[in-house]
């Protein structure tokens, strides 16, 4: 089964006109993309989108054959004239089936935002899935049998993609390609390089993908440490790694502090960020946390755990820091570096940079920013993927 992507972008394109916006100004050539619309097999027309017949013409295919065109959102721009020759546009009510002439088999798939998602298969048995933008798949069984292609607002809706691999329906060799892509994603390398850690790619207007047939699928590194300064987005950028999955473990290595207003105010606002399927853990204690096998898990952060590891060690005292404080720290450390290497769940971590501004005024705080910067040295050399944040900008130091 061969699909063809008349589009790629939102309803809207991408650029949008007169939108001043860097990632409007620079959708040029292949970032450049018309409303998305997929012809299958050139028999089916997913989406009827303004120009679909000069797109298909310029991917070297015909809308001659199409026996069916089926919408899967509301279409509240401007009217779009139905080609000569194409049947009328409907849709399929969610959970029918409708079997078409060429012997492809389309289902309608319930979404939780307005539309239809659409599941179609091949003559042959080859399966894809089809979902509208802004929309993630409503009523989802566990055990569903794995998509080889999924084509999903995964920019926009990456808690939808979770929802399918903790389903089953997405698997280590599924094929997941971003749709719907507007200027609220990044453009260029960083939207690649977002999508691929959600195990996601984007392909430009035009692309003929063929269902079942092996694709490397974006690798996800197993352990990932963010670094960067205070308000960098470098939380933000963790959160955004693992919105794709499934069940995940949040640790709180910061707990609550009693009396403090604005303190609570910043744990408030990482809860209200994360996704309500996310559990969270409040505990220093990671070495089990890393050993035990489970859904992916977010540290946040490292600063904060070592924090509380100097606390226990008696660091602050500069006796007791001489006297075997100093050697308890470093076998705290080392056991947590030694888990980090050991774990087979997907790790992503989240530390401070501190080293790189004034030199601190007292013998504890350069004694901390010392020992923090050992810490990261050694937890970054675990990793797969190393990335520092600065200014909300990703910068990939590892990979």
Not at 55 to 62: D, E, F, K, L, V
Not at 196 to 219: F, K, Q
Not at 237 to 245: I, K, N, P, Q, Y
Not at 317 to 325: H, I, L, T, V
Request: aromatic share 4%.
């Amino acid at each position: 089964m061969d699909v063809t992507l008349l589009g790629t972008g939102a309803p809207a394109g991408l650029p949008l006109p007169d939108c001043p916006c860097a990632v409007c100004g620079s959708a040029r050539g292949t970032q450049a993309r018309a409303a998305t619309a997929l012809l299958v097999d050139g028999a089916l027309l997913l989406d009827l989108t303004p120009g679909a017949a000069l797109a298909a013409a310029r991917a070297g295919h015909s809308l001659a054959g199409v026996r069916q065109v089926l919408l899967t959102h509301p279409h509240d721009g401007p009217a779009v004239d139905l080609p000569a020759g194409l049947p009328t546009a409907g849709r399929v009510p969610d959970g029918r089936v409708l079997t078409l002439i060429s012997g492809h088999r389309v289902r309608a798939v319930p979404v939780d935002h307005p539309g239809t998602g659409y599941e179609v298969t091949s003559p042959e048995g080859e399966r894809l899935l089809y979902l509208p933008p802004l929309a993630a798949p409503a009523g989802l069984a566990e055990g569903s049998a794995p998509y080889e292609l999924v084509l999903a607002d995964v920019a926009g809706r990456p808690d939808g993609l979770a929802r399918l691999r903790a389903a089953g329906a997405v698997g280590a060799t599924t094929d997941v390609v971003a749709v719907h892509l507007g200027h609220e994603a990044p453009g260029g390398p960083e939207l690649a390089r977002r999508l691929a850690a959600s195990g996601a790619r984007a392909v430009p207007d035009g692309t003929t993908l063929t269902v079942g047939e092996y694709h490397a699928v974006p690798d996800v590194p197993r352990r990932t440490l963010v670094t960067g300064g205070a308000r960098s987005g470098k939380s933000l950028e963790a959160e955004r790694r693992l919105a794709a999955f499934p069940g995940v473990v949040y640790v709180a290595t910061g707990g609550l502090r009693d009396g403090d207003a604005e303190w609570a105010a910043r744990v408030g606002a990482h809860r209200e960020r994360r996704p309500g399927s996310w559990r969270t853990e409040e505990s220093c204690e990671l070495v089990p946390l890393l050993a035990a096998e489970g859904p992916p898990l977010l540290i946040d952060c490292l600063s904060l755990w070592l924090t509380d590891a100097m606390d226990r060690a008696g660091a602050w005292d500069d006796a007791r820091w001489a006297g075997g404080g100093e050697q308890e720290l470093r076998e705290r450390t080392a056991g947590l570096v030694a888990a980090v290497r050991a774990a087979e769940r997907t790790v992503v971590a989240v530390t401070n940079e501190v080293g790189s501004g004034v030199v601190p005024a007292t013998a504890s705080g350069r004694r901390f920013r010392d020992e923090l910067g050992r810490l990261n040295a050694a937890f970054a050399a675990e990793c797969e993927q190393v990335v520092l944040v600065v200014a909300g900008q990703a910068l990939v130091l590892r990979h």
